[in-house]
């Protein structure tokens, strides 16, 4: 079991639930937008060395997330 | 005439349709943002012809970019909208899809990428999916054109649909229902292009693959323009031209007016390309003899590059360096467009989020970034005196770049917004598009810069001829020499550098100076003042605030450059 993290906490490869995003309107737009929303199953497929930039698996496609971005999306990992 | 507008997400192949549909040839790459400024061209449907719009790319009707701010200003404007959605994303793509659907747009759905789809294992009922939308849907193949002519055929039958306007959270789950009714994946192994897409994002793998593909291009960008040069153009100029060259310089005189006018003057009894600088001879051999071979490597491994899909993994990349600079990983797709040509660099800065943005990167591109025709002469001029000098130009240049970004972050107010975006998979290109592409860019380049350089070579002339250069030097002389140890004749073509960089370089190459003279020269002459073309499109995108903020960093920088090389090298 893990705890409630942000995708920059997430291990490379793993899958998560995507609980909320602590942002404003616009950045939960564009990200509902990338398939990154509530409710989702994402995949982190990598990230660059800190504070570097993320990359997750959404909605069939990829999508990279600022540091500051990822930091603000907070998931629960599933095995 | 009706219009009609393409709009869809960012790179789900709008530009690839509109190409398709209206025989016009525009740019398309594999990376959100390739259009930046609607296009337009006209189509037959039938009998009847009809406009066409390419928009540039947006995920939903509210904008974050200039771009966006762009697309959905032009919906007001158009009779019928193709919605272009990527069939290997549907559910990113009916995000726009309803809310076009919302607005009461009289409309049809593209399905494009409908190959690749399959390929993936992904499986969508067209028919439900109609039903479920309430428009036409029509699978395309835009890169091939399959599918193209039933999409023709169904225009007429775009329409409105009865669709309520939902708050965001409803309008995703009810994407998730309609996306369960009409699509099934089987699942399926990872492919190589996959696995390679995701460890060039990773720390060490992806710098590892950046490095390799950063050399390998520009050691492919070196040797197709060196071979074209070496086997096609010297041969042509020194067999085929000169001889030619040097009868008609006979009928006309050695030091007639016409003379200095078509051929110039000879070095030694001899047309000297570089040197002579009449229109015949400078005039054809720097654009065409010198420059074309590299503006032709350059567009073909950048071409390739651009399809491949491996610029927004750069991005990814130097995501953090980028953020030093007050940008984000995205704004390095601008500079290396730069690498060809600064003009579409600076309009590529559009997609950028914030106008503190927008300011830094168009500075560092126009102090920083020289153009293919620019590195072209320094490689033809400078290389004589060794790799070593061009790799300080080369570094000089690199270095202004980044710490004037570092720089500007730090004095300007305001924080660089965060990285949002999407990662295309790793395609291979299609050779049809490329060579298309790179035609395109070539043909732009010929009809823009030839003409131009040939001005360039006439006012030269005729302000030598006049004694302005020489009154100029005069006055300019304290800078040029104490300050920048160059000849005072130099100022000359600083001056040229405001038409085109290669004339200027060309005639830095015909005076007499040392290899480090040079290099001080080439680099103070890359930094201190775009180019007309650059120039205008500065004004442009900036306004007449900022481009004069812009000018005064680049004439500051270039000078404290330019005396410091000069310090280090004397």
């Not at chain 1, 793993?14 to 199953?41: F, T, W």
């Not at chain 2, 012809?49 to 928009?55: E, Q, S």
């Not at chain 2, 009894?269 to 001879?281: A, C, M, P, Y």
């Not at chain 2, 302005?468 to 140890?485: I, K, Y």
């Amino acid at each position: 079991m893990q705890a409630h993290t942000s995708l920059v906490e997430l291990n490379a490869g793993q899958a998560a639930e995507v609980l909320k995003i602590r942002g404003g309107y616009g950045i939960q737009r564009r990200l509902q937008a990338l398939g990154i929303r509530p409710g989702a199953i994402v995949r982190k497929v990598s990230a660059a060395l800190r504070p570097g930039a993320v990359v997750v698996a959404a909605a069939g496609g990829q999508a990279a997330l600022g540091y500051g971005v990822a930091r603000k999306v907070i998931v629960e990992g599933r095995p | 005439m009706k219009r009609i507008l393409l709009m869809g997400n960012p790179n789900v192949g709008k530009s690839a349709v509109f190409s398709r549909l209206t025989g016009a040839r525009v740019i398309s790459s594999n990376y959100p943002g390739t259009t930046v400024e609607f296009t337009q061209g006209v189509m037959n449907i039938g009998e009847e012809k009809a406009l066409l719009i390419d928009v540039p790319g947006a995920y939903d009707l509210e904008a974050t970019s200039q771009a966006e701010a762009i697309a959905i200003g032009m919906l007001r404007e158009g009779d019928v909208v193709i919605n272009v959605v990527d069939a290997t994303n549907l559910e990113r793509g009916l995000g726009l899809t309803l809310r076009l659907l919302e607005k009461k747009t009289r409309m049809l759905v593209a399905l494009n990428m409908w190959d690749e789809a399959r390929h993936k294992g992904i499986a969508i009922d067209v028919a439900k999916l109609e039903s479920a939308l309430g428009v036409p849907v029509v699978p395309i193949v835009a890169i091939s054109g399959e599918g193209i002519k039933a999409l023709v055929v169904r225009i007429p039958e775009a329409r409105a649909a009865d669709v309520p306007e939902r708050p965001e959270a409803v309008h995703w789950a009810e994407i998730g229902r309609i996306v369960a009714a009409t699509q099934s994946v089987t699942h399926r192994h990872r492919t190589f292009l996959e696995a390679l897409g995701d460890a060039s994002v990773r720390p060490f793998a992806g710098i590892f693959i950046a490095a390799l593909i950063m050399i390998a291009s520009f050691g492919a960008v070196r040797f197709i323009g060196e071979t074209l040069i070496g086997a096609l153009c010297e041969p042509l100029f020194e067999g085929l031209w000169k001889p030619l060259m040097m009868r008609l310089s006979q009928a006309l005189r050695p030091g007639s007016l016409l003379h200095g006018i078509v051929i110039g003057k000879l070095v030694d009894g001899d047309v000297d390309f570089v040197q002579s600088f009449g229109l015949l001879t400078t005039g054809l051999f720097v654009p065409l003899g010198m420059v074309l071979p590299y503006v032709f490597s350059f567009y073909v491994v950048l071409g390739f590059l651009e399809d491949f899909g491996y610029l927004p993994r750069l991005a990814v990349l130097l995501d953090t360096m980028m953020h030093r600079m007050g940008l984000h990983g995205w704004a390095i797709i601008p500079s290396l467009l730069g690498l060809g040509c600064n003009v579409p660099g600076i309009l590529a800065i559009r997609i950028l989020e914030t106008r503190r943005e927008r300011f830094i990167a168009a500075t560092i591109i126009s102090i920083g970034v020289p153009c293919a025709a620019l590195q072209a002469m320094i490689w033809g001029l400078l290389g004589r005196h060794g790799g070593r000098y061009v790799l300080i130009v080369y570094g000089t240049l690199f270095l202004a770049w980044a710490v004037l970004g570092r720089f500007l972050n730090l004095v300007l107010k305001g924080r660089s917004p965060e990285l949002i975006m999407e990662i295309p998979p790793y395609r291979l290109p299609s050779p049809r598009v490329l060579a298309r592409k790179v035609w395109m860019r070539m043909a732009a380049f010929l009809r823009e810069a030839v003409p131009v350089v040939m001005l360039g070579v006439l006012i030269v002339n005729a302000l030598y001829f006049l004694g302005v250069f020489d009154a100029v030097a005069e006055w300019t002389a304290p800078v040029m020499t104490r300050v920048l140890g160059l000849p005072k004749e130099a100022v000359a073509a600083m001056a040229v550098g405001f038409l085109r960089k290669d004339v200027a370089v060309g005639m830095l190459g015909a005076l007499d100076m040392t290899a480090g003279q040079l290099t001080v020269a080439v680099t103070v002459l890359a930094m201190f003042f775009p180019c007309i073309a650059s120039f205008v499109v500065l004004w442009k995108e900036l306004g007449w605030a900022d481009l004069g903020r812009s000018v005064l960093l680049m004439l500051a920088s270039s000078l404290a450059v330019g005396a410091a090389l000069n310090a280090v090298l004397r």
